[in-house]
Each structure stands twice: as structure tokens, then as C-alpha cells.
């Protein structure tokens, strides 16, 4: 077929073709209907996947995942309170480690080497566990009891438990509660019970597992 009769061909049928589509405009091709107005629009990342400053030191700023309520949001809050999330830090109480850990609390759940302790990041993270696991089971009765309620302006719940049994040992955290917040323990540096629970209030720590013999296993 030569050109000519190419364009014979052709050119009748696209005259026709913009002729039909002049006069039975398809709906589909209508611009009209793919506006956007009255659309909730959101062009902001997941909040999950967002940055977000967690604290800003003197020299830097510091930032970390947002992690919200989950475990590992607790476990990383309370460290980066406690160290700043380092785990090859001593404080000037000869406390050790990324979540500050003291010589008694570790022989109880079954470490002896503080020097190994502070070196080891993996130990360190099973000594937290074991702990946890140790504070919920000494108040578990008191978890029971008092979560939910409010006590000294503060909303009980088990992660604020758990992370002032972490500051200042189960025995503090339940004269605290059941003397509905008349004893606040305090330490060294001016934290307290109170201002632990209100702190880490909220968090999941369900994954935590009452044990009264946690240790930590090698």
C-alpha cells in the first residue's frame, strides 16, 4: 500500500473520530470528575516512620526513631532518661551501663562481673529484661491494685510502675502507692518515684512476664 493510499485511509477516520468524541464526550475522559475537592488530603510520612527530636543536649541534637507507646519505646526512653542511651557509661555513683544499673541489683539477677556487665551491650539488654521480669512479679499485687487509678496527681499504670521500680527498687514504688503517694522516693540527683511513673505512664509492657526468679542466662 503506498502513501497515498495510507492517507486516504487515515485521514477519513481521524476526522471522524474527533467528530464522535465532539459530540459524545466520553465521561470517563472528563477531568471534572477526578477533582480532588472535598478530599481529606495527607501528604505528612507515617508518623511511625517520622524523626522526631527526643531531647537536645548542650552540644548536639538528639534524635531517635519514633517509636510511641510500644516496648522497645519504653525500653529506649527510660535509657536515653538514665544515660542517654550509652552503654559504656559510669555515672558519679559507680552506676552502670545504658540503664544504670548498680552492683546489688545485678547480683540479683545473677551477675557478678560489673567490668564484663559494662563492656557486653547484649548482657546488658537481657540484665534490663530479667529485671523487669523481677519487679513485676514483687508487684504484681500492687499492679492489680492501684493501676488505673490516680495518685498524687498521677495516673497509675505498669510501665510507670515498672519504670520507678527500675529508679528506686519495688519496695519504694509500693510504700509510694500504698501510702497513695506520701512516700516519694528520691535519689541522689533529685528524681523520684512520682515523676518516673508520670513519665513512662502509658507504655506497653505487656511483652514483660512476672517472674520471681528471673536471671539472666549467658
Same mark, same amino acid.
Given at each position: 500500500?503506498? *502513501?497515498?493510499?495510507?492517507?486516504?485511509?487515515?485521514?477519513?477516520?481521524?476526522?471522524?473520530?474527533?467528530? &464522535?468524541?465532539? $459530540?459524545?464526550?466520553d465521561s470517563t475522559l472528563n477531568?471534572?470528575?477526578?477533582?480532588?475537592?472535598?478530599?481529606?488530603? +495527607?501528604? +505528612?510520612?507515617?508518623?511511625?516512620?517520622?524523626?522526631?527530636?527526643?531531647?537536645?543536649?548542650?552540644?548536639?541534637?538528639?534524635?531517635?526513631? %519514633?517509636?510511641?507507646?510500644?516496648?522497645?519505646?519504653? *525500653?529506649?526512653?527510660?535509657? /536515653?532518661?538514665?544515660?542517654? !542511651?550509652?552503654? /559504656?557509661?559510669? +555515672?558519679?555513683?559507680?552506676?552502670? @551501663? #545504658?540503664?544504670?544499673?548498680?552492683?546489688?541489683?545485678? *547480683?540479683?539477677?545473677?551477675?557478678?562481673?560489673?567490668?564484663?556487665?559494662?563492656?557486653?551491650?547484649?548482657?546488658?539488654?537481657?540484665?534490663?529484661?530479667? +529485671?523487669?521480669?523481677r519487679n513485676k512479679?514483687? $508487684?504484681?499485687?500492687?499492679? #492489680?491494685?492501684?493501676?488505673?487509678?490516680?495518685? @498524687? !496527681?498521677? #495516673?497509675?499504670?505498669?510501665?510507670?510502675?515498672?519504670?520507678?521500680? %527500675?529508679?528506686?527498687?519495688? @519496695?519504694?514504688? #509500693?510504700?509510694?502507692?500504698?501510702?497513695?503517694? @506520701?512516700?516519694?522516693?528520691?535519689? &541522689?540527683?533529685?528524681?523520684?518515684?512520682? %515523676?518516673?511513673?508520670?513519665?513512662?505512664? !502509658?507504655?506497653?509492657?505487656?511483652?514483660?512476664?512476672?517472674?520471681?526468679?528471673? *536471671?539472666?542466662?549467658?
Amino acid at each position: 500500500m503506498n *502513501k497515498n493510499r495510507i492517507k486516504n485511509v487515515v485521514l477519513p477516520f481521524a476526522i471522524c473520530f474527533l467528530i &464522535a468524541m465532539a $459530540l459524545y464526550p466520553d465521561s470517563t475522559l472528563n477531568p471534572e470528575i477526578y477533582s480532588t475537592e472535598g478530599l481529606d488530603l +495527607n501528604y +505528612n510520612i507515617s508518623e511511625d516512620l517520622a524523626m522526631v527530636a527526643e531531647e537536645q543536649s548542650t552540644n548536639e541534637n538528639m534524635f531517635t526513631l %519514633h517509636l510511641g507507646k510500644s516496648f522497645q519505646g519504653f *525500653k529506649e526512653a527510660l535509657a /536515653f532518661k538514665e544515660s542517654r !542511651g550509652n552503654y /559504656f557509661t559510669v +555515672n558519679t555513683l559507680g552506676y552502670l @551501663g #545504658k540503664y544504670q544499673f548498680g552492683s546489688e541489683t545485678l *547480683k540479683l539477677i545473677g551477675i557478678y562481673t560489673p567490668n564484663q556487665f559494662l563492656y557486653n551491650p547484649e548482657l546488658q539488654e537481657k540484665a534490663f529484661i530479667a +529485671n523487669a521480669e523481677r519487679n513485676k512479679w514483687v $508487684l504484681r499485687k500492687d499492679i #492489680k491494685r492501684f493501676e488505673g487509678q490516680q495518685i @498524687g !496527681g498521677v #495516673k497509675v499504670t505498669e510501665s510507670g510502675i515498672l519504670a520507678a521500680a %527500675h529508679l528506686a527498687g519495688p @519496695g519504694s514504688v #509500693k510504700k509510694f502507692l500504698r501510702s497513695f503517694g @506520701g512516700s516519694n522516693f528520691s535519689d &541522689a540527683y533529685g528524681s523520684t518515684v512520682k %515523676h518516673y511513673m508520670k513519665k513512662f505512664s !502509658g507504655y506497653d509492657t505487656s511483652v514483660i512476664v512476672a517472674d520471681k526468679k528471673a *536471671k539472666v542466662t549467658p
